[in-house]
């Protein structure tokens, strides 16, 4: 063989055989150097079963791959096989092809305890200390780009366990697939799908399409049956809860630009069921059967939230009032941790020119079924619990800043129902239409509230409330009409402390008719800008005023059924001398008969009111004139008078001359220096108190004799003279005051005669 040509065969067969055995030895090598030296690369220890690398194909595979924790018995990373193929020829025409990335049974298992990963030693063996940073380099705009394609990326059968120390959180993620037909940097759209099931419930499938030279993406989501019972630990960090459970399917689109995310595009459907949310003593926060949501587009950039259905089936909530003011939802809330002193303080100006768009919100179809509120109060001195059932709201079209019209209607209760409509714009309330009508609302059920004001408590009796309100440029015009049925009240507990006086068994049993019911009209008008409107004060405080007037005139609202003025029928009207009861003093007894009969369970009531230094004045002057009258009729004596010699001696003028003269005779003055009226309070002193007494009782009998003979029963008749006060006196007309009043509801020291 000719020199020329031996050489260079040698030359080659030793380059082959180089290459052989460079091929053949440079993986074992390769093996032996990352485990002899793993500590030094990645500061832990690596094990692999196999290590295979072809050069002429590009080719590596990895099969039993152990990454240890630092204890360097318990694994961090572990696979079964990793393959990875590579077109070596492309780089010399300055791209970068991946033929294939295929993973095996990952097994991935790592922890967080506050700030601290399990993993941070390998951030750290990794991270360029700022000292030994290069200084910038500027970019070489007329190098050749690399283009970059990375293919056939999948992971078969992952596996993720996540464990967060500080909270007891875990997660876990198993049989974790991920297909990728390509990933590209150099112009061509990526497509990347992946697919994980969570070993405590739920799977995701995912798939994402990327431009990246438009930066344009699109992402699919599908999650089904995902458990929310993971995320408890997460949200017991600023909640107290004490249970999170439910069902959670998502089917979402996201179109948007990476350079711009907020303009970012949603759509799709969320769904929850099966919903719980207890606190931390196991009282009810949130629940649900269902809740739905189409969503047709949400736009982050423009604030805009287009919803096709937005529906809750089954809602449940309650809420709680604590004496101190404060909520269960207050109290459910964790107070923010202070920061730390050592935390570094961010001196940044800020300069937020941006002004967020205001939101706009459009629901297609809004409708909650079977939804339960149960509202308990313990502000109050005896606590008030009540459920609202079945509630169910439907709106079209529903926008808050426009004109809505939304319709409710739910249980009250055991036995009451409600219905309202709203026709108006809820953020601008100057003009709508409103109306609540409440039917057989069991009263017995707000006696806590009763009691609180009154100390009353209900023991029967059904509200009917219609109310209709029409708004019209801030002026309210509205007519309520309230009915109230076989309504009784108990006796006003004296261990309550009311914040009103209010008679309230009084006055409802005076507003009752014949059939057991009380029907009041309250009609409303106002500026409902006005800083003092309140619906909700003019409605009690109308209420209270009124039940106050009936307690304090019952006449007011009975007398008219008997064609009597109320005023007049109040009180009578005496003479300090009188013995004998007028014609218009019995038509006025006739007609409160005809009241007390119509109201079986209430008494009638007279006080009499006798101002005693007139009547001692009246009738020491009317004891004058009749002995002056007896003195001009000798041998006559008083008994002997009649009605006739009476009103002539009534008629007497207390200046009469003849009179004055008797008077000087019987007190033996002789100067004339006292007036008639003295001399007579002396004449007749020692008797006065016993003829007023007399003629007070006498009074007293013939109004109980009366009254008796028009079938009113003597029981149902409280009839008594009024004594003087000791530390002042009566200065008025003497009179009977008249008033209704229940039995056991009469004031102390009042006792039949």
Request: aromatic share 8%; charged share 25%; proline share 4%.
């Amino acid at each position: 063989m000719k020199k020329s040509v031996k050489i260079p065969l040698i030359v080659l067969g030793s380059l082959a055989f180089l290459v052989i055995l460079i091929s053949l030895l440079i993986a074992p090598v390769a093996k032996w150097y990352v485990q002899k030296h793993s500590k030094e690369l990645v500061g832990r220890v690596v094990t692999m079963e196999k290590l295979r690398i072809n050069i002429f194909s590009g080719s590596l595979r990895i099969v039993g791959f152990d990454l240890k924790e630092p204890d360097e018995h318990n694994s961090f990373v572990t696979f079964d096989t990793l393959a990875v193929k590579v077109k070596l020829l492309d780089f010399l025409r300055h791209k970068v092809t991946v033929q294939k990335i295929h993973l095996t049974d990952l097994h991935v298992s790592a922890w967080q305890n506050n700030e601290v990963f399990s993993f941070d030693d390998i951030i750290r063996k990794f991270s360029t200390p700022d000292s030994l940073k290069a200084a910038p380099v500027a970019e070489d705009t007329t190098a050749t780009p690399w283009a970059i394609g990375i293919y056939d990326i999948q992971l078969r059968r992952g596996n993720v366990h996540f464990s967060d120390l500080a909270i007891g959180g875990q997660w876990n993620i198993e049989d974790l697939s991920l297909a990728i037909p390509g990933v590209y940097f150099s112009g061509a759209s990526t497509d990347i799908g992946f697919d994980l099931l969570f070993r405590d419930g739920g799977k995701l499938a995912a798939n994402l399409k990327y431009d990246i030279e438009k930066s344009i993406f699109n992402l699919h989501l599908d999650l089904e049956k995902f458990t929310l019972a993971g995320l408890l630990p997460y949200l017991q960090q600023s909640l107290r809860l004490g249970e999170f459970s439910g069902i959670l399917d998502t089917h979402l689109d996201v179109d948007g630009d990476l350079n711009h995310i907020m303009n970012s595009v949603v759509k799709g459907t969320v769904a929850l069921t099966g919903l719980n949310m207890l606190d931390e003593q196991k009282g009810l926060v949130l629940a649900a059967n269902n809740i739905f949501v189409d969503v047709a587009s949400i736009s982050l950039a423009e604030n805009k939230f287009e919803i096709n259905e937005f529906s809750t089936e089954g809602l449940a909530t309650r809420y709680v009032m604590n004496k101190d003011s404060s909520s269960n939802f207050t109290r459910l809330i964790k107070p923010s941790k202070a920061p730390s002193k050592n935390a570094a303080k961010d001196t940044t100006a800020k300069t937020d020119t941006a002004v967020p768009k205001p939101m706009q919100l459009l629901i297609t179809q809004l409708a909650l079924k079977e939804t339960h509120i149960s509202y308990t109060d313990h502000t109050l001195q005896v606590p008030f619990h009540y459920e609202l059932k079945d509630l169910s709201l439907t709106s079209h079209n529903f926008d808050p800043n426009n004109h809505n019209k939304v319709d409710i209607h739910a249980r009250l209760g055991a036995t009451g129902k409600t219905a309202i409509l709203w026709d108006g714009n809820f953020n601008n309330l100057s003009n709508l239409k409103l109306k609540v009508d409440l039917r057989n609302v069991a009263l017995k059920d707000f006696t806590p509230y009763s009691l609180e004001y009154t100390a009353y408590p209900v023991s029967h009796g059904f509200l009917h409330f219609t109310s209709h309100n029409v708004v019209k440029n801030n002026m309210l015009k509205g007519a309520n009409d309230l009915n109230i049925s076989k309504c009784t009240v108990d006796k006003a507990r004296k261990d309550i402390k009311p914040m009103m006086k209010v008679p309230l068994r009084l006055g409802l049993y005076i507003l009752k008719d014949r059939n057991d019911e009380i029907k009041i009209e309250l009609p409303i008008e106002g500026d409902i800008k006005s800083p003092g409107f309140s619906y909700k004060k003019i409605i009690l405080n109308t209420l209270t005023n009124l039940l106050v007037k009936v307690a304090m005139s019952p006449f007011d609202f009975v007398s008219g059924a008997f064609g009597s003025d109320a005023d007049k029928l109040n009180e009578i009207m005496l003479t300090n001398t009188q013995s004998e009861l007028t014609q218009v003093q019995y038509d006025k007894l006739s007609k409160l008969s005809g009241i007390i009969l119509s109201k079986p369970d209430l008494m009638l009531s007279f006080e009499q009111y006798i101002n005693y230094g007139q009547a001692s004045k009246d009738l020491s002057m009317l004891n004058l004139k009749r002995d002056y009258y007896l003195s001009l009729r000798p041998g006559e004596k008083a008994e002997s008078l009649d009605r006739k010699d009476e009103e002539t001696i009534a008629a007497i003028e207390d200046n009469d001359e003849a009179l004055l003269v008797y008077a000087n005779l019987r007190i033996a003055d002789t100067t004339n220096t006292a007036d008639v009226y003295t001399k007579a309070s002396l004449l007749y002193k020692a008797q006065i108190a016993t003829q007023i007494a007399t003629l007070a009782g006498k009074r007293n009998q013939l109004v109980r004799d009366y009254l008796g003979s028009l079938q009113v029963p003597a029981e149902r008749l409280h009839i008594e003279t009024v004594a003087p006060a000791a530390d002042s006196a009566y200065n008025g007309p003497t009179f009977y005051k008249t008033n209704l009043v229940l039995p056991d509801e009469m004031p102390m020291g009042m006792a039949n005669e």
